[in-house]
């Protein structure tokens, strides 16, 4: 929603799930986003890279059509 965007809530929420991939000793965090999908520029401004494009039927006419986005878990 409009009115909770820029208060650094997708910040906390990205650091919640890079801290429970560290514990599992995880090596990046990936995730589909629909190209059209206007949280794609969220993602890159939180660091993610887009790594490659997916087509998936998804049945009855549909298809997704994401980009692939992963995040690399610094270990340092």
């Given at each position: 929603k409009k009115e909770v965007r820029g208060k650094g809530l997708s910040r906390k929420m990205?650091?919640?799930?890079?801290?429970?991939?560290?514990?599992?000793?995880?090596?990046?965090?990936?995730?589909?986003?629909?190209?059209?999908?206007?949280a794609v520029k969220a993602y890159q401004k939180l660091g993610f890279k887009k790594i490659g494009e997916r087509k998936k039927d998804i049945g009855k006419g549909f298809?997704?059509?994401?980009?692939?986005?992963?995040?690399?878990?610094?270990?340092s």
């Open positions: 990205l650091d919640f799930v890079i801290e429970a991939a560290r514990k599992e000793g995880l090596p990046s965090i990936r995730l589909n986003v629909n190209k059209n999908n206007s298809y997704m059509d994401d980009f692939v986005f992963e995040y690399r878990i610094d270990y």
